[in-house]
Antibody
């Protein structure tokens, strides 16, 4: 059973960079034809797709966030990461990491981690 | 990319059937059979309920079914049960090789 766990600071100051890591257990991040995604959800609002990375290193990002987002993968640690720069209060949300199988199909999710942007 | 459009809320009595719509464009819902539906209970991570428009993952009740016509996908829940009360989100692959979620629908069991 694949499990994903987000980790990182719960509080980030405005204009700084938000950094989160997702640790994958129960399987190798490199095995199979999977991709690894980040999704966020502001309190009381809907889901927003942030981006994905394949273990080849290929990435796709939400156009509205593309200039500020970097997703990377570390196969030796079975982890992938999210960096979001120049954050504002609007970036306050629960951030989920997840595994994708086919286009538009996310089958495993982390439990989510709340990141608050505040001084 | 714009979020797919879903009704804000849908309600039904136990045992009834309800349908949630998800409207996009020819660049997402209408262009690909890569529409998924997720169920989210408060404080929990989303759970995959339907993928590739109409396929159910193992373990998901056959009371959940999906379909698509043109730029609109639909999720139908038949034999509504109290445990079905949750938020539901559609998602679609897009022509830009990205993914987009719907605005979300709150399902209330009366």
């Amino acid at each position: 059973q694949v499990q994903l766990q987000e980790s990182g600071p719960g509080l980030v100051k405005p204009s700084q960079t938000l950094s989160l890591t997702c640790t994958v257990s129960g399987g190798s991040i490199s095995s199979g034809s999977y991709y690894w995604s980040w999704i966020r959800q502001p309190a009381g609002k809907g889901l927003e797709w942030i981006g994905r990375i394949y273990t080849s290193g290929s990435t796709n990002y939400n156009p509205s966030l593309k200039s500020r987002v970097t997703i990377s993968v570390d196969t030796s640690k079975n982890q992938f990461s999210l960096k979001l720069s120049s954050v504002t209060a609007a970036d306050t949300a629960v951030y989920y990491c997840a595994r994708g199988v086919n286009p538009g199909l996310i089958d495993y999710w982390g439990q989510g981690t709340l990141v608050t942007v505040s001084s | 990319q714009s979020a797919l459009t879903q009704p804000a809320s849908v309600s039904g009595s136990p045992g009834q059937s309800i349908t949630i719509s998800c409207t996009g464009t020819s660049s997402d819902v209408g262009g690909y059979n890569y529409v998924s539906w997720y169920q989210q209970h408060p404080g929990k991570a989303p759970k995959l309920m339907i993928y590739d428009v109409s396929n159910r993952p193992s373990g998901v009740s056959n009371r959940f079914s999906g379909s698509k016509s043109g730029n609109t996908a639909s999720l139908t829940i038949s034999g509504l049960q109290a445990e079905d009360e949750a938020d539901y989100y559609c998602s679609s692959y897009t022509s830009s090789s990205t993914e987009v979620f719907g605005t979300g629908t709150k399902v209330t069991v009366l």
